[in-house]
């Protein structure tokens, strides 16, 4: 599903980009490909959300990660906020890296 999702609204963010910059609608070179490159990204990226949600879980029930009380808001926000911090600090670099290669 994330290959089918990205596949979609990537391309459509890329032909709307090149709208807003060129001031036309225009189908970009390679279009297609472009397209099979951004599913490929939604299904590495669907792929991290669960390692790194699987990761953070752990590292919280071996307390390794500080946690409010179980069950509560602050442990659910803090639990999402562990998930984003260790994506962006450790995935997002790489995964924005292969996205410029691929450019």
Same mark, same amino acid.
């Given at each position: 599903?994330?290959?089918?999702?990205?596949?979609?609204?990537?391309?459509?963010?890329?032909?709307?980009?090149?709208? /807003?910059?060129?001031?036309?609608?225009?189908?970009? +070179?390679?279009?297609?490909?472009?397209?099979?490159?951004?599913?490929? *990204?939604? +299904? /590495?990226?669907?792929?991290?959300? @669960?390692?790194?949600?699987?990761?953070?879980? @752990?590292? +919280?029930?071996?307390? *390794?990660?500080?946690?409010?009380?179980?069950?509560?808001?602050?442990?659910?926000?803090?639990?999402?906020?562990?998930?984003?911090?260790?994506?962006?600090? +450790?995935?997002?670099? @790489?995964?924005?890296?292969?996205?410029?290669?691929?450019?």
């Amino acid at each position: 599903m994330a290959f089918i999702k990205f596949f979609v609204l990537g391309t459509m963010g890329e032909v709307l980009g090149g709208r /807003i910059v060129a001031g036309k609608w225009n189908k970009p +070179i390679g279009l297609f490909w472009r397209a099979v490159v951004w599913g490929v *990204l939604g +299904i /590495i990226i669907a792929l991290a959300f @669960t390692i790194f949600s699987s990761g953070v879980t @752990t590292l +919280i029930s071996k307390g *390794l990660l500080p946690m409010f009380a179980e069950g509560t808001l602050g442990a659910k926000v803090l639990t999402a906020f562990f998930i984003s911090a260790f994506m962006n600090a +450790i995935f997002a670099p @790489t995964m924005m890296g292969f996205h410029k290669i691929t450019d």
